[in-house]
């Protein structure tokens, strides 16, 4: 068995919104490649073809287009500045609701959560996104936004508040498609035991499903 797990990447696109994932899945893909069993294919998507330049000015180069990729068992969608770029363009949403249809699990960062639901995506789904932005997305009318989770599962969606929290989400996806000990192993390898040196003043559970 081999899992594809497409991240996809656009103009102003949050960096870690991305790149935390990326390195969950593709340490994942590491281990997996040195034991026995299931495989993955990571791949670093984008609508159209050329260098993308993200929000604190990383620029990456995608290895194709979304409306070009092999059918997706999980596809994660970042936010970031540019997501108001995106939700103006009908093309990309029709790319996402191409994309999300063979997948297994359909995931957003941060304000991605805002493409799902322009997209028809996550109609009547509960979801999250980031704190700035849980009235915005409330206001559409469409979708229960939580605001007290890391990371909302709701059947095979699933949402993760700013940032950061795509990290959280990835090993949870880990814990499901490879199991829990695998997602263990592969939080120690990148050394995911995170201790703020100065600790937020705002907390709650780390999932709500």
Known sequence: MTVSIGILVFEGAEELDFVGPWEVFGMSAELLRRAEGPRSRLHLLAPELGPVRCAKGLTVQPEGTLAEA?????????????????????????????????????????????????AGLVDGRRVTTHWAYVETLRATGRVEVLSDARYVVDGN???????????????WLLGQLFGVPHAREVQRQIEYDPEPPYAGATGGPSRVS
Do not use: H, K
């Open 157 to 171: 969606v699933v949402t993760a508040a700013g940032v950061s929290a795509g990290i959280d989400m990835s090993l």
């Open 70 to 118: 092999e059918p997706l068992d999980v596809l994660v969608v970042p936010g970031g500045r540019g997501v108001r770029r995106e939700l103006g363009r009908p093309e990309l949403l029709e790319q996402l609701r191409l994309a999300a249809a063979p997948c297994r699990y359909l995931t957003s960062v941060c304000t991605g959560s805002a493409l799902l639901v322009a």
